[in-house]
């Protein structure tokens, strides 16, 4: 797929995401900054502290914690919750990012074991935690669930496992790296989200676009202990600004065009969709974020999704990722990108893809 990879990059123009991860990101960032703001120092100073208020606002909740990683954050929040119940188990979806992405750090580091859920295609629900053979200190629900096309339970359903795991004493986490993209689709603010969970973690490079960096925030126990898992695992770095400033000059520049994206994401979708042999998961989006789907191999759509990039100088993706059933996939998720694209190359995109065969 290396043809796939240098011919994606070498486009002028890009379906997904915002702009290149280069140094630009953090020089826009930095644009106007005064050289003599003092910097953070272990965790501690206005940059930080301020910034952590903010988001802690924002998410209706009474303190949180800025993190390096979502990696660390969040498998402190669940290392948290399994000593204030003194049981390390733990439910989440088979595709959680701790289950597939993490070369086990939960149990290894923590001594976590954790339950998955429901099958690996389909989304947590109510019943699936009511099933449980064993008692769990805490679920975890990512919102939307990313590795199966981003999808989303309804805020009904919601709402029925908050009060659900509240009365029986389970505490709640939110896996929300991608938390700010659903509420169009909700009609909820992040705050009215949030409420429904003990402890929330989000992401600042994601849909935001910053650098790296990521907040963990809930009550001020929670967090008081959050602050000493974080220099346990050596997140308090001497001085952190570079990813704060630009999570929050980027928060600022796209926490109002997530509607924007998400009615964009919709319309590429029905596009893609209406080409033969090519469909999107889920459907109708509900974020920013979905698949496409090919029904022929990676061996045969690579070179067609190549030629495309020469011809229209528009990067679709840089990869495929081969299916069990021996289709295709790549995912896409929607920003500042695709509103430089031509009308018309976007246009001269779909036109090929509709004559593939």
């Known amino acids: 797929m290396q ?15 915002h702009s290149p991860r280069n140094i630009a ?45 979502g990696t ?10 399994a000593d204030k119940k003194q049981n390390p188990k733990i439910g989440y979806h088979p595709l959680s990012h ?13 001594h976590i074991e954790p339950i998955l859920l429901c099958d690996a295609d389909k ?33 009904e359903e919601l709402e029925e ?52 960096g990521a907040i963990l925030a809930g009550d001020e126990d929670f967090v008081k202990e959050a602050k000493v898992w974080k220099r346990r695992y050596g997140g308090d770095l001497i001085s952190l600004y570079p990813y704060i ?18 009615e964009a994401a919709k319309e590429l979708a029905g596009r893609f969709n209406a080409c033969s042999g090519v469909s999107t998961l889920p459907e109708v989006p509900v974020s920013n974020m979905f698949h496409v789907y090919f029904d022929e191999s990676a061996e045969v759509i690579e070179p067609i999704l190549a030629k495309i990039h020469v011809e229209t100088g528009v990067g679709c993706s840089g990869y495929l990722q081969v299916k069990p059933d021996g289709r295709c996939a790549f995912e896409l998720s929607l920003g500042d990108a695709i509103t430089e694209v031509p009308a018309e190359k976007l246009a001269q995109v779909f036109e090929q893809l509709g004559n593939m065969k």
Request: proline share 2%.
């Open 72 to 81: 660390m954050a969040q498998q402190i929040a669940l290392r948290i919750w």
């Open 245 to 262: 400033l630009s999570a929050d000059y980027y928060y600022d520049k796209r926490i109002g065009k997530m509607g924007q994206y998400y």
């Open 3 to 17: 043809d796939l990879k240098k011919s994606y990059q070498n486009t002028t123009y890009k379906l997904g995401n």
């Open 123 to 155: 989304l947590i629900t109510l019943a699936d935690i009511k099933a449980l053979d064993a008692s769990v200190s805490c679920v975890l629900l990512e919102l939307p669930q990313r590795e199966i096309g981003g999808q989303l339970p309804s805020f």
């Open 25 to 69: 990101v953090l020089k826009e960032a930095f644009e106007n900054v005064d050289a003599n703001l003092e910097s953070d120092i272990y965790g501690t100073g206005a940059i930080i502290e301020d910034f952590q208020a903010k988001i802690a606002t924002a998410l209706g909740k009474e303190a949180a914690v800025f993190f390096p990683s």
């Open 161 to 212: 496992i908050s009060q659900y795991c509240r009365e029986n004493g389970i505490q709640l986490h939110l896996d929300g790296a991608r938390l700010w993209e659903i509420t169009p689709y909700y009609q909820k603010s992040t705050k009215e989200i949030s409420a429904l969970f003990d402890s929330v973690y989000v992401s600042f490079y994601k849909g935001l676009g910053g650098i790296a």
């Open 98 to 110: 701790l289950e597939i992405h993490e070369q086990d750090g939960l149990r290894e580091l923590q």
